[in-house]
């Protein structure tokens, strides 16, 4: 004889309803989905991973900033580091949906070099630099 229970809703404990709640601030909005901190800037979500990585951009753009100020006798406020990390974030983001639609677009599922090397091709310098670099590799 089947089990009816395994048909009848009544019988299942109701779902937990996950707590949201956010902040809004100019540039980014901060949500807490069960406990969880996700922030969204811009369009994207940072996850707790993705948190992880900008916080790791921001403790390396600190070191690299605070080294040249103190080298160049200069003051460098927590604002102009945490601008210039959104900054460089923000450009990282652009770099990295440009590179998908290269790839995308020439019908490839795989970043390559050809991407890389079409991302720089207004910065001759950069160009030039990873093309020899390319050129070593390939030796």
Do not use: C
């Not at 580091?81 to 990282?92: H, M, P």
């Amino acid at each position: 004889m089947a089990d009816n229970r395994l048909h009848d809703p009544s019988h299942f404990p109701p779902l937990p309803i996950p707590s949201i709640s956010s902040t809004h601030y100019i540039n980014h909005t901060i949500f807490y989905y069960d406990h969880i901190l996700i922030i969204q800037t811009h369009n994207f979500i940072l996850t707790p991973f993705s948190q992880r990585l900008k916080s790791s951009l921001w403790y390396s753009i600190g070191s690299i900033v605070d080294a040249i100020a103190l080298d160049q006798d200069l003051n460098a406020t927590p604002q102009f580091i945490g601008s210039l990390t959104e900054l460089v974030w923000s450009q990282i983001l652009t770099s990295g949906a440009d590179l998908e639609n290269f790839a995308k677009h020439a019908g490839r599922d795989t970043i390559d070099t050809k991407d890389v090397l079409l991302l720089v091709r207004r910065n001759e310098q950069l160009k030039e630099v990873l093309e020899n670099a390319l050129k070593e590799i390939k030796k």
